[in-house]
């Protein structure tokens, strides 16, 4: 079936590196993409989105890039911060009768001082 | 704003008991979703509701049923509790569920252990 994947589970680098977080997806009719940012013992916070008519997105300190061609979608955090240490989920938004959202498995992201 | 609240944080059940996993959102929004996150894993859609008395599956409902009497509230039934049922729960609201509307605020899950 269709499914949204990650690349790499764990990534660590370290503080003032910067960091890329791969997503894979499947699912060409999807055209709404989502990062999501989850620390220990919390809910998934939103940090990005991006429309499939777009390429790239940047925000503060992290930007999106979408390459529609392989269906695969990135997390670019500069400057990584002890803070920035969580679970980064990409998501991506199928619509049907109602648009919902299927999260991948997550990838690990351990930033060392 | 509280966002997103739920409860309990922690409950543990007893193969075969029911509980009601309680959400509120106090940010109006119009949909409201489950999910169940099992170690290292993703984020899985139980249920979700597009507004008050309107509720839809999602990926994994078997074993679990949802009401929508209002829209700050969006209850989560374990009926019959198993095993398999033990997870960290998420509720989460967004104002739509089109492009541009589709960001999705979580509560801070609820979890469970089935023993």
């Known amino acids: 079936g269709e499914n949204v994947g990650l690349h790499l589970p764990t990534l660590s680098v370290q503080e003032g590196d910067n960091s890329i977080i791969n997503c894979a997806y499947s699912?060409?009719?999807?055209?709404?993409f989502i990062w999501y940012k989850q620390e220990s013992g919390k809910g998934p916070q939103f940090i990005i989105d991006?429309?499939?008519?777009?390429d790239k997105r940047q925000g503060q300190r992290v930007t999106v890039l979408l390459n529609k061609t392989v269906k695969h979608l990135s997390l670019q955090i500069a400057a990584t911060q002890p803070g920035d240490s969580a679970v980064y989920f990409c998501?991506?938004?199928?619509?049907?009768?109602?648009?919902?959202?299927?999260f991948g498995k997550g990838t690990m992201l351990l930033v060392s001082p | 704003n509280a966002g997103v609240t739920q409860t309990p944080k922690f409950h543990i059940l007893k193969i075969g008991q029911s509980m009601t996993l309680q959400c509120t959102q106090d940010?109006?929004?119009?949909?409201m979703y489950w999910y169940r996150q099992d170690p290292g894993m993703g984020l899985k859609l139980i249920y979700y509701?597009?507004?008050?008395?309107?509720?839809d599956k999602g990926e994994v409902p078997n074993g679990y049923n949802v009401s929508r009497s209002t829209t700050e509230d969006f209850p989560l039934r374990l009926e019959l509790a198993a095993p398999s049922q033990t997870s960290v729960y998420f509720c989460?609201?967004?104002?739509?569920?089109?492009?541009?509307?589709?960001?999705?605020?979580f509560g801070p899950g609820t979890r469970l252990t089935v023993l």
């Open positions: 989460a609201s967004s104002l739509g569920g089109g492009l541009g509307n589709n960001e999705q605020f």
């Open positions: 699912n060409s009719a999807s055209d709404y």
């Open positions: 991006i429309r499939s008519n777009m």
């Open positions: 998501a991506e938004n199928i619509f049907g009768g109602y648009s919902t959202l299927t």
């Open positions: 940010m109006n929004h119009n949909y």
């Open positions: 509701s597009v507004g008050a008395g309107i509720t």
